[in-house]
Every structure is written in structure tokens, then in C-alpha cells.
């Protein structure tokens, strides 16, 4: 673990690098580690924290906080990376998939100009 993970800022690679220590602590199982007491805590609770984040999300977006919109969506984005390693799931399985929809998007938007 290096301090360039817990200073870089610049939104993927903050991202990789979070979904990198989120996996080190749920499998290094540091008893002090948040992560790795929700984690153990199991699906259920896993699946009730990221539902709770998303719907603390919405309601920030019904009230128009932009502040509070940003946050939750941190909120939230934590909270699934968690579930998702918990699952043995990474980020870059996730944005695999993503990066297949919009390259078939793309490629029917092009054949529809044709």
C-alpha cells in the first residue's frame, strides 16, 4: 500500500486505488478496519447498506443540495465497492462491461447514420 494510493484524486485511478484497498481489507481481515466488520457482516447487511445509500442519494436529489447529492453519491459508490469485492466482484470487472455497452452503442449508432 503506498501513500500515491491515498493522495491521488484523479477519479479512475482514486477509484482503482480504493477498490484496491477495500479488497486488501476484507481479505487481510483487520479487526479495527470498517471494511472488514461490513464485509463479515454478510450479504444481508451489505445489500441493506448500499439500498440505504441509494435511497439517501435520491432523496438528496429530490432536495437539491448539490453538496449533499455529491456526498451521498461517495456514500454510495463506497458502500458497493464493498459489496462488490465482498462478492469477489472487481471495479474493473464492472467497467469491463460498461466499456462492451458503450462500444456496441457506439458501433449501432454508426451503422443507424449510415
Known amino acids: 500500500m503506498t501513500n500515491e494510493r491515498h493522495s491521488s484524486h484523479d477519479g479512475a485511478r482514486f477509484l482503482e486505488n480504493l477498490d484496491e484497498l477495500i479488497r ?6 483487520r479487526d479495527n478496519s470498517y471494511v472488514a466488520s461490513l464485509a463479515a457482516a454478510g450479504d444481508k447487511r451489505l445489500a441493506q447498506k448500499v439500498g440505504e445509500e441509494a435511497v439517501e442519494l ?11 447529492q455529491v456526498g451521498e453519491a461517495a456514500d454510495l459508490l463506497f458502500h458497493m465497492l464493498v459489496l462488490l469485492n465482498a462478492k ?27
Not at 91 to 112: G, N, P, Y
Request: charged share 35%; net charge negative.
Open 24 to 29: 486488501e481489507r476484507i481479505t487481510g481481515k
Open 88 to 114: 469477489g466482484i472487481r471495479l474493473e470487472d464492472v467497467t469491463a462491461v460498461l466499456a462492451q455497452r458503450h462500444a456496441r452503442m457506439t458501433l449501432q449508432k454508426s451503422d443507424e447514420a449510415l
Open 58 to 68: 435520491a432523496i438528496a436529489v429530490t432536495a437539491g443540495d448539490r453538496d449533499e
